[in-house]
């Protein structure tokens, strides 16, 4: 079975800085996909970025970038110039390749980092 | 608007009431799910349905209850709850088939259990 590991319950960042949030995993799979979730107050779910196994280009939306280390199966997320509205939990989460595990297209969710914004 | 739409958004229940938390996509998607949160454990996977009558269990489907008669609805049935049921729950669906798009997620419903 798969796990993911986030070793930071809570960080803060102030405002306009970098934050990066880390998030390793382990598994036995050659494909699959990784993911960070951003849950806001509001409590829903928000998929900020995706990261495919196989591709070795690090993916990046905007302000939002991954360092995706497969051999170490490290995924950490940077977060560029912070601003008030990061401020969220935010899950790391993994996902077999559909294609290669037809059927249960589980996330397998790490426990979460609490980001506070510092004004 | 593609959305996954539960109900409701707030439950308050006691022990043994027998109740269903509602879960509906308008994406005629194959594949749908049920997750609970709970402070420093994450999202974990109660059940999962892979088309209409397809049903199985997640990780922590103890308790819990579901059924896919139509493609569109998903509903969470707790039989009888207990207080280590309170959590909140969310409904996920996704096309299938090895589909390599993403899962969306309804707004959730948090449940107490007294």
Not at chain 2, 31 to 43: C, T
Request: with cysteine.
């Amino acid at each position: 079975a798969q796990t993911v590991t986030q070793s930071q319950p809570e960080m803060s960042v102030q405002e306009a800085e970098t934050v990066t949030l880390s998030c390793t995993y382990d598994t036995s799979e050659s494909d699959y996909y990784l993911f960070w979730y951003k849950q806001p107050p509001s409590r829903q779910m928000i998929l900020v970025i995706r990261q495919e196994a196989y591709k070795q280009q690090n993916a990046t939306e905007n302000r939002f970038s991954v360092n995706f280390q497969k051999a170490a199966k490290s995924f950490s997320l940077k977060i560029s110039d912070s601003q008030l509205g990061d401020a969220a939990m935010y899950f790391c989460a993994y996902r077999s390749d559909p294609l290669h595990n037809f059927g249960n297209e589980k996330l397998t969710f790490g426990t979460g980092t609490r980001l506070t914004i510092i004004p | 608007e593609a959305q996954v739409t539960q109900n409701p958004r707030y439950l308050i229940t006691v022990t043994g009431k027998k109740l269903t938390v509602t879960c509906s996509q308008n994406m005629n998607h194959e594949y749908m799910s049920w997750y609970r949160q709970d402070p420093g454990l994450g999202l974990r996977q109660i059940y999962y349905s892979m088309n209409v009558e397809v049903t199985d269990k997640g990780d922590v489907p103890e308790g819990y209850k579901v059924s896919r008669k139509e493609k569109r609805n998903f509903p969470l049935i707790l039989e009888s709850p207990s207080p280590n049921q309170t959590s909140l729950y969310f409904c996920a669906s996704s096309l299938g088939r090895g589909d390599r798009e993403k899962l969306f997620f309804g707004s959730g419903t948090q449940l107490s259990v007294l």
